[in-house]
Nanobody, 115 residues
């Protein structure tokens, strides 16, 4: 079993920054990808950023240049540094991990950006 625990969400003013963390524990063998989705009220869940294989990163267009995903293999933790936050970034952010054909999810952390 794999467990993902997120932290770092909160309330911030537009233009501010937050850093999300996702600590992974359990039966970790060969991770294919890790990253972050988000879901705003009334909207579908969307992939925000992910890191795969040898460290290749991808981002949704709306966060490029503002968000940075990184991974600390020694700590089994993935981070999402979010700068220049906008009200439209408000959502519940979910950490995910893909391993051996299975997806694992964290419980979600709320990010609220006030205008």
């Amino acid at each position: 079993q794999v467990q993902l625990v997120e932290s770092g969400g909160g309330l911030v003013q537009a233009g501010g920054s937050l850093r999300l963390s996702c600590a992974v524990s359990g039966s970790i063998f060969s991770i294919n990808a890790m990253g972050w989705y988000r879901q705003a009220p009334g909207k579908q869940r969307e992939l925000v950023a992910r890191i795969i294989g040898g460290g290749v990163t991808t981002y949704v267009d709306s966060v490029k240049g503002r968000f940075t995903i990184s991974r600390d293999n020694a700590k089994n933790t993935v981070y999402l540094q979010m700068n220049s936050l906008k009200p439209e970034d408000t959502a519940v952010y979910y950490c995910f991990l893909q391993q051996r054909g299975r997806d694992y999810w964290g419980q979600g952390t709320q990010v609220t950006v006030s205008s």
